[in-house]
């Protein structure tokens, strides 16, 4: 999983990352900007992912994420989280 201040969207490659996925019927190409390539994105939905907050377990959920099954890693997007108030400090 990586933090990405250039991604538009949360991106999750597995379906099963998705607790609530609606396919597109169409679906639509994304830009990598870094290597200037493209890929599909073949669904929309509510993903979550559990991880370890300050040693603690939590289940974090990401509405409106994209199924992009072709990318390598799961994007969780800077500005995306910034509309939501989570504030995100580079250092």
């Given at each position: 999983?990586?933090?990405?201040?250039?991604a538009s969207?949360?991106?999750?490659?597995?379906?099963?990352?998705?607790?609530?996925?609606t396919p597109l019927h169409q679906p639509t190409m994304g830009l990598a900007a870094?290597?200037?390539s493209i890929f599909n994105v073949t669904g929309?939905?509510?993903a979550k992912i559990e991880t370890c907050v300050n040693g603690t377990n939590r289940n974090i959920t990401f509405e409106d994420a994209l199924h992009t099954p072709e990318l390598r890693s799961n994007l969780i997007s800077?500005?995306?989280?910034a509309e939501k108030g989570v504030k995100v400090e580079f250092d």
């Open positions: 999983m990586l933090i990405n201040s250039g969207d949360h991106c999750f490659v597995n379906r099963e990352s998705f607790i609530l996925l870094a290597k200037e929309k939905g509510k800077v500005s995306k989280l």
